[in-house]
Nanobody, 125 residues
Framework: QVQLVESGGGLVQAGGSLRLSCAAS????????MGWFRQAPGKEREFVAA????????YYADSVKGRFTISRDNAKNTVYLQMNSLKPEDTAVYYC??????????????????WGQGTQVTVSS
């Protein structure tokens, strides 16, 4: 079993930055592919970014490409989401997710086995 705990959310003005962290426990972190998703009020959960286990290959949703960066520190069992140039439409609860996977990243939420509790990000205009 893998436990995931997000942190780093908050209130920020448009154009600002936040860095989300997701701390994992329970298994060898480098064997797990990780992803970030978000869900705004009244909307379905959507993919944001993903990163593979050992090789660190990344993939982004078009809506965040060039503004967000996903990274991981396997020694600290932590995955990060650096969010720059934030927009009001980025307001959502952000979730990290994990699944076994050293080589590939995964996009659909149905691919993930483990989920954090979420952290709120609010971007004011």
């Amino acid at each position: 079993q893998v436990q995931l705990v997000e942190s780093g959310g908050g209130l920020v003005q448009a154009g600002g930055s936040l860095r989300l962290s997701c701390a994992a426990s329970g298994r060898t972190f480098s064997n797990y592919a990780m992803g970030w998703f978000r869900q705004a009020p009244g909307k379905e959960r959507e993919f944001v970014a993903a990163i593979s286990g050992s090789y660190g290959a990344t993939y982004y949703a078009d809506s965040v490409k060039g503004r967000f960066t996903i990274s991981r520190d396997n020694a600290k069992n932590t995955v990060y989401l650096q969010m720059n140039s934030l927009k009001p439409e980025d307001t959502a609860v952000y979730y990290c997710a994990g699944r076994p996977g050293r080589t590939y990243y995964y996009i659909g939420d149905h691919n993930y086995d483990y989920w954090g509790q979420g952290t709120q990000v609010t971007v004011s205009s």
